[in-house]
């Protein structure tokens, strides 16, 4: 078959298999909590063994409930390994919220597939199914293999997804990655914000309301130390040149789409205090008081010099203890590396349009792959509502991106 030829038929993948896909993974509720993933990869593996007669596949259990899926096809002779990535579990279905479809029916209206996980990520999961059965049926045509990995527990942050597939199953290490989570088809994203996750708790001695004279508040000595904390934003750092040269490109592109403020996000850190806690009653001086603080850090920011930083600012103020949660570094594949420009080249086939290159505010099991040293982007379909009620995907986007799967995995196995 000639290389043209293939091409056109990857950049062709039928619109209905893809929605058929996406509608039986929608109809698997994976919910995070509680983080059971046995019937979304039973699912997905009876998708991949229909649409691929004998193909290598193993189902992990992981425990918990958590069970990840590693599914092969392996080229006509030796070569590169390119996975596709994704993540089984979703946001709670909250049926109290208000819902107008059925949020495990997959319906299909007005363009739109409706259901929990649509957007995040079963409709980038369908698309990646999609590819790898469309890449089955040339599989005598491109040498090395593809692969597929769907992880089980992504939504919490866990180690016993991606991270356990890194660690126990071999061929889960590619040469690069392509992950389908939420996104847009006319956004590649080759990078992400680290971030450190800290508690603040300060303590203080009781007095009555009446007596503040005799007692401690540590309501107020945690607020000095948050009023410290809100000077990091603008600590100095060297961002890569074409992290920052990216960020300004995608900027008409990308903001449209993200919101107003994207570009300065992505290159900054920034400061959120997402809880606050402290006291009994209003005429009680509060003994104690806690806060949880999501500190992100651009490329170019390390978290070792985050901290130090936290700790100079906390230093002078007594009564006042911060502990680190959790610490994630900011994740980059160069943006001129091969399988940002192969993904970019076939986006540009399959839309018309070159993609623009950009980082992800949010975070994503590619920092996995990438702290392995596996060049990886992130590339799917536009998510409305994630989360919430009415959560949908456009079905145009999840053809494009099982599209451009499949035709930037072919061409990167073709080297």
């Not at 259901?115 to 199914?129: F, L, N, Q, V």
């Not at 960020?247 to 993200?258: F, G, M, T």
């Not at 104690?288 to 936290?310: Q, T, Y």
Request: glycine fraction near 10%; charged fraction near 20%.
């Amino acid at each position: 078959m000639p290389h043209d030829e293939i091409r056109t038929r990857l950049a062709g993948i039928d619109r209905n298999s893809v929605v058929a896909i996406a509608q039986r993974l929608i109809a698997a509720a994976s919910p995070n909590p509680p983080g059971d993933t046995e019937a979304v990869a039973t699912v997905a593996a009876d998708s991949l063994r229909a649409a691929v007669p004998g193909i290598e596949l193993a189902l992990h259990d992981v425990g918990q409930g958590i069970v990840n899926l590693v599914a092969r096809v392996h080229g006509s002779m030796p070569g590169r390994r390119i996975v596709l990535n994704g993540h089984l579990d979703t946001y709670p279905v909250n049926e109290a919220l208000p819902w107008t479809v059925d949020p495990l029916g997959g319906e299909v209206h007005d363009g739109r597939l409706y259901g929990r996980g649509a957007a995040d990520m079963k409709g980038g999961i369908a698309a990646s199914i999609a590819a790898l059965a469309a890449l089955a049926e040339v599989r005598a045509h491109f040498r090395g293999e593809a692969v597929l990995t769907l992880a089980g527990d992504e939504e919490s942050m866990g180690t016993k997804g991606t991270q356990w597939l890194l660690d126990h199953v071999p061929h889960a290490r590619g040469d690069a990655t392509i992950i389908g989570d939420a996104g847009s088809p006319l956004v590649l994203r080759f990078g992400e914000k680290g971030f450190l996750w800290v508690q603040l708790t300060a303590s203080g001695k009781p007095s009555h309301g009446a007596h503040v004279h005799l007692g401690v508040n540590a309501v107020d000595r945690l607020r000095r130390a948050l009023d410290a904390l809100s000077g990091l934003p603008e600590l100095p750092f060297d961002a890569p040149a074409a992290v920052v040269q990216a960020i300004a490109a995608a900027k008409p592109v990308s903001e449209p789409l993200c919101g107003a403020g994207e570009a300065d996000v992505l290159g900054r850190v920034t400061v959120n205090v997402g809880r606050f806690e402290g006291g009994t009653s209003m005429n009680l001086v509060p003994t104690s008081a806690a806060a949880a603080v999501d500190i992100r850090l651009p490329a170019g920011m390390d978290a070792a010099r985050m901290e130090a930083a936290i700790a100079a600012a906390l230093a002078p103020m007594e009564g006042v203890r911060w502990d680190v949660l959790r610490r994630v570094e900011p994740s980059v594949t160069p943006p001129d590396a091969e399988i940002v420009q192969r993904t970019v080249a076939a986006a540009q086939h399959v839309l018309g349009r070159a993609p623009a290159v950009n980082m992800r505010v949010g975070g994503s099991d590619a920092r996995l792959l990438r702290r392995a040293g596996i060049p990886t982007v992130v590339y799917g379909p536009t998510p409305f509502n994630m989360g919430g009620a009415d959560e949908y995907v456009l079905v145009e986007e999840l053809v494009q991106v099982a599209r451009v799967h499949a035709l930037a995995s072919f061409d990167f196995l073709l080297g």
